[in-house]
């Protein structure tokens, strides 16, 4: 035996692998749901232990964990993993969360970038639920926390806003176009303006349901009190963040958070080729949308932080709405830091968004570590 290998049995150069993990990678439909149940070993290695195909009901998540305890006979810890996909995956999610599993939820486009990184062509139920298995396997996911009832109803109510919204304004359109067009027909303009009338008693409806909402739950209320001295953070806008980021809770710190929102910056820089730098616009595109008015408020109101970064990022690029992101980021972040500390906006109080959201940087930086978490 050559001397790089003295000190070592023959036992030991071969022995037994251990496996660490169990991963049940899920791909979910409205009709059913293709699982795999890999393992990975202490040698990296990842083994399909069994795969199945279940009805996406409450029998078939029974059936499930059944089909789980036949395969998982070693004590070892167990993760589901699935994509967020719409609102199919909820129920089945929910229903692994009550019975005490811990399940992670991706989303489609991180899994998507997994899966093509691997090499990863083709793509259909059995193989998304397999490359899922092995993301669950090779990487610690973080665990999915359900939204509280409170901010799952304010999630309904806003997301129910805005496709009303949306449809107030393609009607309002629709009915400017045809009132100035040469031939115009009563009926259509009659439908047109019914169907406006009754998107406006709708938005009115949901805006009374949002603010009671909030007024009736103590955690909520006194964030909107401490948040909404910001000027340019209405009831709406506040409701939509507490409601899309789940009151924070799925967040360690903000560069998560900017990334989910889709504010992280993307350069495209290769030796002497230098292209252009954007956000992502990679994440939840409800946040961008319905900060938009806030960061114009901010800047038109002359709040010197803002207004600053505004003309720092315009004196710059020459752009104004690079400026206008810069305070949206800026604003969620802010956001983010208030809630944590439980703390009541002031002016004075000066944060930066993290190193990936370059255009935001400022003066001074707060470490996430004092920020203790809360239960909400």
């Given at each position: ?210 603010a009671k909402t909030i007024k009736e739950d103590d955690v909520l209320n006194t964030h909107y009190q401490h948040i909404s001295i910001i000027k340019g953070i209405s009831l709406l806008s506040f409701a939509v963040i507490a409601a899309e980021t789940n009151g924070f809770i799925l967040f360690d710190n903000a560069a998560s958070l900017v990334s989910y929102a889709g504010y992280d910056v993307v350069e495209n820089q290769s030796g002497k080729h230098t292209g252009r730098t954007k956000i992502s616009k990679k994440g939840n595109s409800r946040i961008r949308r319905i900060l938009h008015m806030p960061a114009l408020c901010a800047v038109r109101d002359d709040q010197p932080q803002f207004k600053k970064l505004f003309e720092r990022v315009y004196e710059r690029t ?59």
């Open positions: 035996m050559s001397k790089d290998y003295e000190g070592f049995s023959d036992g030991n150069l071969n022995r037994k692998a251990m496996n660490l993990k169990y991963a049940i990678g899920i791909d979910v439909s409205m009709k059913d749901f293709s699982c795999c149940l890999s393992v990975i070993n202490n040698e990296q290695e990842i083994k399909v232990k069994a795969t199945h195909k279940f009805n996406n009901t409450v029998a078939g998540f029974g059936a499930l964990l059944e089909w789980v305890k036949r395969h998982t006979k070693e004590a070892l810890p167990v993760v589901f993993v699935m994509e967020a996909t719409g609102v199919y995956h909820e129920q089945l999610a929910w229903s692994l969360y009550a019975q005490g599993q811990s399940v992670s939820i991706l989303l489609p486009n991180k899994a998507k970038s997994y899966l093509k990184a691997t090499g990863s062509k083709s793509k259909n139920d059995s193989i998304d639920a397999r490359g899922l298995a092995q993301i669950g396997a090779e990487k610690k996911l973080g665990l999915w926390i359900p939204p509280s009832e409170q901010l799952y109803t304010l999630r309904s109510y806003t997301r129910q806003y805005q496709s009303t919204m949306e449809t107030h304004t393609a009607m309002s359109n629709q009915l400017h176009s045809i009132l100035h067009s040469q031939f115009q027909h009563k009926a259509v303009v009659k439908q047109l303006k019914e169907i406006i009338m009754l998107c406006e008693k709708q938005l009115k409806e949901m805006e009374k349901a949002i020459r752009m104004k709405m690079k400026g206008y992101v810069a305070v949206q980021k800026k604003l969620l972040v802010m956001m983010y830091y208030l809630w944590k500390r439980n703390e009541a906006y002031n002016p004075t109080f000066n944060i930066i968004a993290p190193d990936k959201a370059g255009a935001t940087r400022d003066e001074h930086q707060i470490n996430d570590g004092l920020i203790k978490q809360q239960n909400y």
